[in-house]
Every structure is written in structure tokens, then in C-alpha cells.
């Protein structure tokens, strides 16, 4: 039998050699849930998950996290890569840290979901209000948000509900908010005060504020600086979903342009 030049790609839990067959087989995932799966797979049912970041330390936390689940194609990148570049994977997992060197992510994070509604994805950042990170606050379907510093089994039950769950067949955005609610989020995303949110939507300031108030709460947002990382958010979102802005009254718009 002649030898073969194998490829260690993801810390020790996948390889692969160069013909495409298995050289080694992978370890039996720990969760129940995709025991079963795993032990009829083969090499083409093999999940295909990227990550995207670039703290060393955060990716190999996240290679022992991903060396239980089973069969695993990985592939990292430490910038964000082009539309061609990202081939087809199944989850992708983006690391945002405040003292890295990516750019904002949400606008990419959610052109993803709307190009390929298909692949699930993880989000992990120091950026997030704890808050959004509970599944039923999170205002997107497909996209599971995660605090940089969730505990570890948290993580781990997320990533395992990514790799065994189904795509998401609903729209982008989860219906968490009103439409009075979101109306008054999109024109403070677009610059109003709440005095001209009144005016513009022709209600009374009290009404604003507790408009503002109960988004709030159903997001889980304990203040005002998580309300602007939500605001901000809604700007980049509206860059790529053109049609968020009906939301807006086109006297905003204008003024905004």
C-alpha cells in the first residue's frame, strides 16, 4: 500500500488526504443529536463551516469547540474574503473583537443571509448587548449572535444547534418589534431627534419614547450606548436591504442624503 501525503486541517480532527478520501477517521461527536448522523455519513455529508477573524486564540478555542461535532471541513480566514472565495459552506462563524483589524461586519454579515439564506451563521463579538444573544431576541433568522465572553457550554450548544438544525425558511428579520416600533428605531437610525420622529409620524412624544422604551425591552437593551450598536446596525442593514427604508418618511430620507 503505497503512502499518502496526509493533511492535518483543523487542529487534529479532520484529515484529508490529497485524492479527497478519508485517511483518518474523525471522531464520533459527543451530542446526541448528531450522533446518528454521524455514524451513517460519508465524506460528502461532512459539514462545511468557515470562520472568519483574526484572534489566533479565539480560532483555536473555537477548533476545540468544533473536534466533538463530527465531520468537519474547515476553513479559516483572517480577513474578509471575496464573494468567489468563500465556496459552500454550510455555517460560518464570524469572530468581531474590538481591537482586531476587520472592518464593520454587519453589512457583510447580512448580504451573506440575503445572497445565501441557505448558510447558517454564528456571530461571536465583545460589540453585542447580552441581550440580542438569547435566541428569542435575536432580530434575524439564520443568524445566531453570541457574546465574545459566553461560557464555553453555551457556545457549544449553539454551535451544535447550527450544525444539526435546519436553514432558516423565514424571512431576515424576526418579527420581535411592532411596525410602530421599528418605524421609530429606522428614523432614529436615520438621524431623527425624538421631537421630529413626533412630527414626522405624527404622534405625540410620549408615544415616542415609549415606542423607543418597549423596542427596548423586547430587544434587551439595558441602555443607550446598546441602543446606538442597534441604530448602527440598522444603517448598515438598510444599505443592503433597500426596502428597510419604507420605514423612513422621504423627508428623512432626503435630509439624510
Not at 454587519?106 to 441581550?131: N, T, W
Request: include cysteine.
Amino acid at each position: 500500500m503505497r503512502n499518502r501525503k496526509v493533511t492535518d486541517l483543523s487542529s487534529g480532527f479532520l484529515y484529508e488526504s490529497l485524492s479527497g478520501s478519508v485517511a483518518k477517521q474523525a471522531p464520533e461527536p459527543e451530542d446526541a443529536a448528531l450522533q446518528s448522523s454521524f455514524r451513517q455519513s460519508k465524506w460528502a455529508d461532512w459539514k462545511n463551516v468557515t470562520i472568519v477573524g483574526t484572534d489566533s486564540w479565539a480560532i483555536t478555542g473555537l477548533r476545540h469547540l468544533l473536534a466533538p461535532c463530527g465531520g468537519i471541513r474547515l476553513k479559516v480566514f483572517n480577513h474578509l474574503p471575496e464573494r468567489d472565495a468563500w465556496g459552500e459552506p454550510d455555517v460560518v462563524i464570524w469572530v468581531r473583537e474590538r481591537f482586531d483589524t476587520l472592518p464593520e461586519l454587519a453589512a457583510e454579515i447580512l448580504q451573506l443571509r440575503r445572497l445565501h439564506p441557505k448558510i447558517k451563521q454564528l456571530v461571536i463579538s465583545d460589540f453585542l448587548p447580552p441581550g440580542l444573544t438569547f435566541p428569542h431576541k435575536s432580530p434575524f433568522n439564520g443568524i445566531t449572535l453570541a457574546q465574545a465572553k459566553e461560557s464555553i457550554e453555551l457556545l457549544r450548544k449553539k454551535i451544535v444547534a447550527l450544525l444539526s438544525g435546519k436553514s432558516a425558511k423565514e424571512g431576515m428579520v424576526r418579527e420581535i418589534l411592532t411596525p410602530g416600533q421599528w418605524r421609530v428605531l429606522c428614523m432614529m437610525a436615520n438621524g431623527a431627534n425624538t421631537r421630529q420622529v413626533a412630527t414626522l409620524s405624527n404622534i405625540s412624544i410620549k408615544t415616542v419614547l415609549t415606542q423607543r422604551g418597549h423596542a427596548m425591552l423586547r430587544l434587551g437593551l439595558r441602555n443607550r450606548v446598546e441602543l446606538a450598536f442597534v441604530l448602527r446596525g440598522i444603517v448598515q442593514m438598510q444599505q443592503v436591504v433597500p426596502a428597510v427604508l419604507r420605514s423612513v418618511p422621504p423627508a428623512l430620507r432626503t435630509s439624510r442624503a
